[in-house]
């Protein structure tokens, strides 16, 4: 009963919210009929609400919307599920080899998942050649901008840092990861949408407060929510608001 309240209580807030986008966007909104292409790990892909940030972004303001993310990914090749598999994670820069045609837009995300899985933070190459090191996040990261700006030189390049999904003490030091993330897309001349930083300030959302992480993260199977995959109403406060304007901006 509790889920199915707060089920309607997010369709409501959602349809809200998106009455006043429409009314706000009937006039020119330079995003329309524009193609834009997504890359990266579950928040991108939409773990909790199939599609994420992107589906949302394509249905209010009539974007052509390209989703190739999956869950687990990292920016570094070669990293291990866990200790004990074989098996590897997607390997975000692969993802650009699904990617058909021209975009007018490429948005990238990671990190998360190389922070957990331990992926070598590495070191920033001096040059803007073919020469990385993959198997660390920091070499894995500027192949990624390294092709985006070779096979698609005309798109306008962006990269998101995730909210802050830390509702636990994680083992190791993620402000590491995130300064990097930074340095790098300050190198490759990547606009980044800092997410990480705006977490509590602008979005009004605490993922370690208990009532709007049920919220906010919430779903039918986990409905304490995990403080890492937003739901519907969650992608559209921490994600879709503040990256409209950037978009605009790029």
């Given amino acids: 009963m509790v889920v199915r309240n707060m089920d309607k209580i997010i369709s409501l807030m959602i349809t809200a919210i998106m009455t006043v986008t429409s009314c706000s966007f009937k006039g020119e909104n330079p995003l329309d009929g524009k193609r834009i ?5 579950s ?32 920016l570094a090749d070669n990293v291990h599920w ?18 058909d045609g021209d975009y007018e837009y490429i948005i990238a995300e990671g990190g998360l998942n190389d922070f957990w899985g331990h992926s070598e933070l590495g070191e920033i190459t001096d ?29 306008k390049v962006g990269f998101v840092i995730t909210h802050d999904p830390f509702t636990y003490d994680a083992e190791g030091d993620f402000e590491s990861y995130y300064e990097r993330i930074k340095e790098v ?11 990480y930083a705006k977490n ?9 407060d208990d ?12 409905p304490d929510g995990d ?21 605009k901006s790029l």
């Avoid at 292409?37 to 790990?41: L, R, T, Y």
């Fill in 185 to 195: 897309c300050d190198k490759w001349d990547v606009s980044y949408l800092d997410l």
């Fill in 211 to 222: 009532d709007m992480r049920k919220l906010y993260f919430g779903s039918e199977s986990k």
């Fill in 200 to 208: 509590n300030s602008d979005t009004g959302v605490n993922v370690r």
């Fill in 37 to 41: 292409a997504f890359i990266g790990d």
């Fill in 43 to 74: 928040i991108s892909y939409g773990t909790n609400w199939q599609g994420g940030y992107g589906k949302l972004i394509g249905e209010q303001y009539n974007m052509n919307v390209t989703n190739v993310s999956k869950g687990g990914a990292t």
């Fill in 127 to 155: 040059g803007f050649s073919d020469d990385f090191d993959e198997n660390t996040m920091t070499g894995g990261m500027e192949k990624m901008f390294f092709e985006i700006k070779n096979d698609f030189p005309n798109s």
């Fill in 227 to 247: 403080g890492t995959h937003p739901n519907k109403l969650g992608y559209q406060a921490i994600y879709v608001e503040p990256m409209i304007p950037w978009l």
């Fill in 82 to 99: 866990s200790e004990n598999s074989d098996g590897y994670r997607p390997y975000i820069t692969d993802m650009l080899d699904n990617l």
